[in-house]
């Protein structure tokens, strides 16, 4: 006969994978004898844990373990699907601010022609635009070291056809045998409103009407004198 297979299932909790892919501890997975509220929606202080729940359950919300930590731990009564969406939110926009700009490299020759001049321009205002960094720099081989002022003209004509997009951190320098330039990404100017409506011209003075001026407020107004022997 065969014995029968353990069971490993026995007295394991059915929270337990749930308790595994929450972030916080919630409602009746908060095990603890008390907990401290904390929140607008409550009288912050020290509760039974549950008295908590109890309150939650009141207001169609959630209790939520936020300082498992503290002692004793820290809760929350709130919306937990509420409050995971505003946190992924947050997080979301916070990632999209903190953009880390890279710097792209563009490699010339003395040689280079229009062709491939324009071609390589146009990749660095991607670049620039993207918010990246650029570093330019001509290779010089053999004897084309002899010709560093043609290198230095190509780095900057290549700068003032970034103008619009990147501006020059410094002049092209060398270092060994390449000579370099940096383009830092220019701040996206604000589109301006539409064309302004002409201002009529002005009627010279001589042709304006005198403007009678209004007697002030607080001039006292003329009495008038009764004519003597009317009574």
């Known amino acids: 006969m065969q014995s029968p297979r353990p069971n490993f299932n026995r007295g394991r ?6 308790e595994q892919q929450q972030e916080h501890r919630t409602n009746r997975m908060i095990r603890v004898p008390e907990v401290r509220l904390v929140g607008e929606n409550v009288e912050v202080g020290v509760y039974r844990t549950d008295e908590a729940l109890h309150m939650a359950e009141q207001q169609g919300l959630d209790l939520v373990e936020i300082s498992p930590n503290a002692t004793p731990p820290v809760c929350r009564i709130i919306d937990y ?12 926009e916070m990632k999209a601010k903190a953009h880390k700009s890279e710097v792209k490299e563009i490699r010339f020759t ?14 660095a205002e991607k670049f620039l635009k993207d918010g990246n960094k650029v ?41 060994g045998k390449r000579m370099i330039a940096i383009f830092a990404p220019k701040a996206a100017k604000k589109k301006e409103g539409g064309p302004k409506e002409p201002k009529e011209p002005r009627e010279p003075r001589e042709n304006r009407e005198p403007s009678e001026k209004p007697a002030p407020a607080s001039a006292p107004r003329p009495v008038e004198s009764k004519p003597e022997g009317n009574n």
Do not use: S, W
């Not at 040689?111 to 990749?123: E, I, L, R, S, V």
């Open 135 to 175: 570093k330019t720099y001509v290779q010089f081989k053999g004897r084309a070291i002899m010709f560093k002022e043609r290198g230095e003209l190509i780095l900057l004509k290549f700068a003032e056809r970034l103008a619009e997009v990147g501006a020059l951190e410094g002049m092209p320098t060398m270092e």
């Open 13 to 18: 909790n059915p929270n337990f994978r749930r």
């Open 110 to 123: 003395p040689n280079t022609d229009d062709h491939d001049f324009d071609f390589k321009a146009k990749h």
């Open 81 to 92: 699907n509420k409050f995971l969406y505003e946190k992924k939110k947050k997080e979301k």
